[in-house]
């Protein structure tokens, strides 16, 4: 479920709501599950347009997160690249949600948000929203070299923006409304921001 929408009748739909949310929050508690909750994104701080009931969970780590889906290291050493079809755009997402988190001031509480287009019939969304330079900065994450970047465009003409990231294997490519930065240098997006689009 990384990646994705969090519903509880996803996880048992057998079990309560009641019940499965408060194993969820156990386990963020415990720093295992990190929610990274839906915000509007108008303007900072994030968190004043989080909505509670509209979140996306990632895991604690990205090697935990692929044992757990039986993904063992015998299948990174074999040419056979299924595994990455099947769970790319998940583990891309994790490790993204890894890096940005770890990236936080170690003295709050770490917090990731996203953006979710709020219309009926609407599949726009953008991976996760951050601040970034006193601003709000989307970024978009591509498991591989190629994808349309159409919920990009749309949260940066809704929220009058002037850049957004994405994060990809493709090499670093400072061309705006949307820079591209390859895995590799997450750690250096406040710095590249500020160097090429709040000069």
């Known amino acids: 479920m990384v990646g994705k929408k969090f519903k509880y009748s996803n996880i048992d739909r057998d079990k309560q709501s009641r019940d499965l949310k408060e194993a969820l929050i156990l386990l963020e508690k415990a720093g295992v599950v990190f929610r990274v909750k839906h915000t509007s994104g108008n303007g900072l701080p994030l968190e004043a347009e ?16 692929q044992n757990i889906c039986g993904l063992n290291s015998d299948i990174f050493l074999t040419s056979n690249e299924d595994f990455i ?57 591509k498991s591989g070299k190629t994808g349309t970047l159409r919920s990009m465009h749309l ?35 406040p ?9």
């Open 50 to 65: 989080a909505k509670e009931n509209i979140f996306k969970t990632v895991f604690l780590d990205i090697g935990l997160m």
């Open 85 to 141: 079809k099947v769970n790319g755009g998940a583990i891309a997402e994790q490790f993204v949600a890894q890096e940005l988190l770890n990236y936080q001031d170690c003295y709050r509480q770490p917090s990731l948000h996203c953006w979710v287009r709020e219309a009926k019939s609407s599949n726009a969304e953008v991976d996760y929203v951050i601040p970034c330079c006193s601003k709000v900065l989307p970024i978009e994450v």
């Open 155 to 189: 949260y940066l003409k809704k929220a009058n923006l002037s850049a957004g990231v994405k994060i990809s294997q493709l090499p670093f490519d400072d061309t705006l409304p949307i820079i591209s930065i390859p895995f590799y240098a997450i750690k250096k997006i």
């Open 191 to 199: 710095e590249l921001i500020s160097s090429y689009v709040y000069k």
